[in-house]
């Protein structure tokens, strides 16, 4: 029903309203029960009346009424003050009541639309600001580090086309200019997703655990997976949260306790991977404390997705271990918070 036959339907109504309660103001001598309770429906229809839609009938209905009440003064001045009375009772004050209440209810929705509308345009400032802010971060990461791994890359190279150069110095400055080359390409691919804004939290790594123990190991860590072929595919967040671990617990493994045999565990179940990294006593100085953030900030992830992480010493040496389900309750918070590593 459209709202051109609602104001006709209620423009009607309110003239029947009216027309009862002016032929409810005459003879009021000896008023019956029926007539005075017919006031409270009265009333009631009038009150709904007025907080429903407007209709321009109004002024003539309450011009109408009014007359009808003036044209009987001429004949019994007390007819028309109770007609006039009848009027304002049953129709006049119930249907101001209900229009006042409407337009309050007006207003308070209009209220609501405006904070509404501002906390909008304030998250979209502040998402705006974000933007900017990483991509000033990315061109700052990219101005350093990537000058960094760039003149690394190109020592590399003169190394391994120095003249009276081993074989195996050649192939270690070799590996050591790939790795470099590979480092500088995921740096360029995460600066693109920080300056497009994307959410790198659902992108998947760009390799499987399996190669970052193959490349630790060909790099001279003594690491051993089982199984050998890792996890297998995982969901986004899931993979990527069981990469993280390996590769932060294996870069401790590498700082703290080099020369020390690393194992990494995989297993899986329906709901969860399952993911250990240990190591053994180490077998050389250990690298400096870095302020242990490392381990802390992986753990805030892995609870995120409803996981759990343990880390501490075990056997002589250090044990990392995450349960990590394949899909968490909190996705969409850890989507979120990927992105700031």
Same mark, same amino acid.
């Given at each position: 029903?459209? /709202?051109r036959?609602?104001?006709?339907?209620?423009?009607?109504?309110?003239a029947?309203?009216?027309?009862?309660?002016?032929?409810?103001?005459f003879?009021?001598v000896?008023? $019956?029960?029926?007539r005075q309770?017919l006031?409270?429906?009265l009333? /009631?229809a009038?009150?709904?009346?007025g907080r429903?839609?407007p209709?321009p009938?109004?002024r003539?209905?309450?011009?109408?009424a009014?007359l009808?009440g003036?044209?009987a003064?001429p004949v019994?001045r007390g007819?028309g003050?109770?007609v *006039?009375?009848?009027v304002?009772l049953?129709l006049?004050l119930?249907?101001?009541a209900g229009r006042?209440l409407r337009?309050q209810?007006q *207003?308070v929705?209009a209220?609501?639309?405006r904070?509404?509308?501002?906390?909008?345009?304030q998250a979209h400032v502040? !998402?705006r600001?974000r933007l900017r802010?990483?991509t000033?971060?990315a061109?700052?990461?990219h101005?350093?580090l990537?000058?960094a *791994?760039?003149l690394?890359?190109?020592?590399?190279?003169a190394?391994?086309l120095?003249?009276g150069?081993?074989?195996?110095?050649?192939?270690?400055?070799?590996?050591?200019?790939?790795?470099?080359?590979?480092?500088t390409d995921r740096l360029r691919?995460?600066l693109?997703v920080?300056r497009?804004g994307?959410?790198? /939290?659902?992108?998947?790594?760009?390799e $499987?655990?399996? !190669?970052?123990v193959r490349?630790?190991a060909?790099? /001279?860590m003594?690491v051993?997976a089982?199984p050998?072929?890792?996890?297998?595919?995982?969901?986004?967040?899931?993979?990527?949260?069981?990469?993280r671990?390996v590769?932060?617990?294996?870069?401790?493994?590498?700082?703290?306790?080099?020369?020390?045999?690393?194992?990494?565990?995989?297993?899986r179940?329906?709901g969860?991977?399952?993911?250990?990294v240990?190591n053994g006593?180490?077998d050389g100085?250990a690298g400096p404390?870095?302020g242990g953030t490392?381990l802390?900030?992986l753990r805030a992830?892995?609870?995120?997705l409803?996981?759990?992480?343990?880390?501490?010493?075990?056997?002589?040496?250090?044990?990392?271990?995450?349960r990590?389900?394949?899909?968490?309750?909190?996705a $969409?918070?850890?989507r979120?918070?990927?992105?700031?590593?």
């Amino acid at each position: 029903m459209n /709202g051109r036959v609602l104001h006709v339907i209620n423009g009607l109504l309110l003239a029947a309203v009216a027309a009862v309660a002016v032929a409810n103001g005459f003879d009021t001598v000896s008023l $019956p029960l029926w007539r005075q309770l017919l006031y409270l429906p009265l009333g /009631g229809a009038a009150y709904l009346l007025g907080r429903s839609l407007p209709t321009p009938w109004e002024r003539w209905v309450f011009g109408a009424a009014a007359l009808a009440g003036a044209a009987a003064f001429p004949v019994d001045r007390g007819t028309g003050l109770t007609v *006039l009375f009848s009027v304002a009772l049953a129709l006049a004050l119930p249907w101001l009541a209900g229009r006042y209440l409407r337009q309050q209810a007006q *207003l308070v929705e209009a209220g609501r639309e405006r904070v509404a509308r501002l906390e909008r345009e304030q998250a979209h400032v502040a !998402e705006r600001a974000r933007l900017r802010e990483r991509t000033r971060i990315a061109e700052d990461v990219h101005d350093s580090l990537g000058h960094a *791994l760039a003149l690394m890359a190109l020592r590399a190279g003169a190394l391994e086309l120095a003249p009276g150069s081993d074989p195996e110095a050649r192939a270690a400055a070799a590996e050591l200019r790939s790795l470099a080359v590979q480092a500088t390409d995921r740096l360029r691919a995460t600066l693109a997703v920080l300056r497009a804004g994307e959410d790198p /939290g659902t992108a998947v790594p760009d390799e $499987p655990p399996a !190669e970052l123990v193959r490349r630790a190991a060909e790099a /001279g860590m003594r690491v051993r997976a089982e199984p050998e072929e890792g996890p297998g595919p995982l969901p986004p967040l899931a993979g990527r949260a069981v990469h993280r671990v390996v590769r932060e617990a294996l870069t401790n493994a590498a700082r703290y306790a080099p020369g020390a045999d690393v194992r990494v565990g995989f297993a899986r179940s329906a709901g969860a991977v399952e993911v250990s990294v240990a190591n053994g006593a180490p077998d050389g100085p250990a690298g400096p404390s870095g302020g242990g953030t490392g381990l802390a900030a992986l753990r805030a992830r892995v609870e995120l997705l409803g996981g759990e992480l343990g880390a501490g010493p075990e056997g002589g040496g250090f044990a990392v271990r995450a349960r990590i389900p394949l899909d968490g309750p909190a996705a $969409p918070q850890a989507r979120e918070e990927e992105g700031d590593r």
